[in-house]
């Protein structure tokens, strides 16, 4: 397993984990919840889209090897 590949299984880690830590903070609710729910779900396409650019550079250059 070579870098680029860990750094990808980081990725959908931490986009796991903000995914969850969105779901609980929308279970609990109140005012909380409506002060951070556009941060969480901000963290949480900024890390997707990481992770689906890491797996975009990582097929281009599995192709070029």
């Excluded at 796991?16 to 830590?21: E, G, P, S, T």
């Excluded at 903070?25 to 890491?54: I, K, P």
């Amino acid at each position: 397993m070579n870098a680029l590949t860990l750094l990808v299984f980081v990725g959908v880690g931490l986009t796991i984990f903000a995914l969850v830590r969105g779901v609980v903070s929308m279970a609990h609710g109140g005012v909380e919840d409506q002060q951070r729910s556009h941060w969480l779900m901000l963290q949480r396409a900024g890390w997707q889209a990481l992770t689906l650019l890491l797996l975009i550079l990582l097929g281009v250059l599995s192709q070029v090897r």
